[in-house]
């Protein structure tokens, strides 16, 4: 049942949308399909646990696979499917378009966590070995370091971005089941070659799985399915939300042995998301095209302003030109993204006192979203990580990071010259 409506979802979606420009995907994907929905102008959200049929032999039907429908909403919903539709559409595009045949399958979950944590044990069971980035979330990190041993999963730190480490890893461990980076990477900003780690990694074990975790960059700025990866997850209360009213995750992969995978994981371990929040979404990603543009312009603005104050010694922007990584990142994306990181000269008590003077910008560890957020990771998300681990990952302990909004640009300058007067 859940392979035949997402069938027909792909058909409903590519035919017509594949060849439209991003916002118009964004916008239209997904929408009006089947007897659901169909007469709504706004898909409607279907806040219910379960569904009813119109005799034993329907609930059979459905239950069996013979007739399309839905059972219960752990299982599958119709507004979640319209997210999952979107999502084909927008991370996948590409693909399908080089080869129209490749099934383009997303899935959607109750939060980043259980997407990053299913899209791991989709590709890894008890005796494998997974390759990870050295700067990830935290609770990624924690997941596949502290949680995943006790399944039998080890896992390796590596530096991703050095294509010389990645090799060598690669070496050590030819069997080894996923290789899993952000890129850019949280807080640091550091960039990962997704073509280049794709092909060493395909050319060493066919059977390993490329994960990117794209929440960053979103896929209106970078596609890594695309640039040769196997699976791809956003947590969607980020850009794709936009607003910070959602927990959520979606998981997108041209692999359909790994997709069966994660939606067992879903049904049998309960990381179904809430109809409600996956309406949000959807109604979010309507506007991301826009959203990313202030996103972006404004974050140069602001990464220009920064690389020019006398208390900031590095800005670490994909956009500046003496940033390491400026090359690459115009190479596999298509602008430079909303998230910025520097490092304040007077290291951990500077971070802390800039913390304790903005006033427009938000106070808070998340990001994506339409005002500006602003976090010290030395003192707060990675207050638990060691020092020496920190350090080694590029997290200094004068490191700041900004999620910068779309407010007017020169009230975001105003804000953080009056701050940053009083560090």
Known sequence: MEDKLSARLDQLNHDYYLDCDFATRVI???????????????????????FSFKSAKHGS??????????MYTRLGNPTV????????????????LRSPETRVSSLVFSSGMAAASAAIMACAKAGDTVLI??????CTTHFCCEVLPQYGVTSIELDTSDLGAVEAALGRYPKARALLFETPANPTMKITDITAVSRLAHRVNPELCVIVDNTFATPYLQNPLALGADLVFHSTTKYLCGHGTVVGG??????????DRLYILIKDLGHSPSPFDTWLVNQGLKTLALRMERHCSNAMTLATFLEKHPKVS?????????????????????????MIAFDLKGGYDAGVRLMDNVRLFTLAVSLGCVDSLIQHP????????????????????????????????????TDLTQALAKV
Do not use: C, W
């Open 28 to 50: 239209h994907a997904g929408e009006h399909f089947g007897e659901f929905g169909a007469h709504s102008h706004n898909s409607p959200i279907y806040q219910t646990s379960t």
């Open 61 to 70: 039907d459905v239950f069996s696979g013979r007739e399309e429908g839905y």
């Open 81 to 96: 499917k319209v997210l999952e539709a979107k999502m084909n559409a927008i991370e996948g595009r590409e693909v399908k």
């Open 133 to 138: 980035d050295e700067a990830l979330y935290g």
């Open 250 to 259: 979606v998981v997108t992969t041209n692999n359909d042995r790994i997709k």
């Open 314 to 338: 590095v800005v670490r922007y994909p956009g500046l030109e003496h940033f390491p990584y400026h090359r690459l990142a115009k190479e596999q994306m298509r602008g430079f993204g909303g």
């Open 378 to 413: 030395a003192s707060m998300t990675h207050a638990v990580v060691p020092k020496d681990k920190r350090e080694k990952a590029g997290i200094t302990d004068g490191l700041v990071r900004i999620s910068v909004g779309v407010e007017h640009v020169d009230d975001l300058i």
